[in-house]
């Protein structure tokens, strides 16, 4: 079996499937992105039931999570362990990374083959339209990416 990884590089994506369309740059939205009702994951309309909320301290909570994935592909954890200012911290750079211009965050742009950097999320390929949306994947240390986001000031950021 192949791991992650090995499934990227020999399955890479198109370019059109990676950079996110800039919409602050947008003057009229392409049809790229225009999703029709029946073409919406969310189809719908009368869905209002909202993102399950886990606790992690429930013996239940991996029935839980797997229900949640099954259905939802998300979920909110709670009695997590976390402290709030580490995500307080968080919250600043993610905020402070989506900031930037495009052309600033396509410096740590994610490549066809690979998984992390900044780009559109991997399932845009499942889907007829392209997403509205805009992601940036991280494993392990997040240096490298800083360093091509803020080469003058990586080594101050609190990660």
């Known amino acids: 079996m192949n791991s992650v990884s090995e499934s990227y590089k020999n399955n ?36 209002h039931a909202a993102v399950p909320v886990i606790d992690l301290g429930s013996p239940q909570a991996a029935t839980l999570i797997r229900q949640a994935c099954e259905k939802w592909g998300a979920f909110q954890v709670t009695n997590h362990g976390i402290p709030i200012k580490l995500l307080n911290q968080v919250e600043f750079q993610t905020r402070r990374l989506f900031a930037l211009p495009a052309n600033q965050k396509l410096l740590a742009g ?50």
């Open 110 to 159: 994610r490549s066809p083959e690979d998984f992390t950097g900044y780009g559109l999320p991997r399932i845009s390929t499942f889907f007829s339209k392209l997403m509205w949306t805009e992601g940036f994947t991280i494993l392990g240390s997040p240096l490298d990416h800083a360093r091509q986001l803020w080469p003058h000031e990586y080594d101050h950021i609190n990660f």
């Open 12 to 47: 890479p994506l198109h370019l059109k499937h990676i950079i996110p369309l800039d919409f602050k740059t947008a003057l009229k939205l392409p049809d790229s992105h225009a999703w029709t009702l029946p073409d919406h994951p969310m189809a719908d309309p009368l869905t």
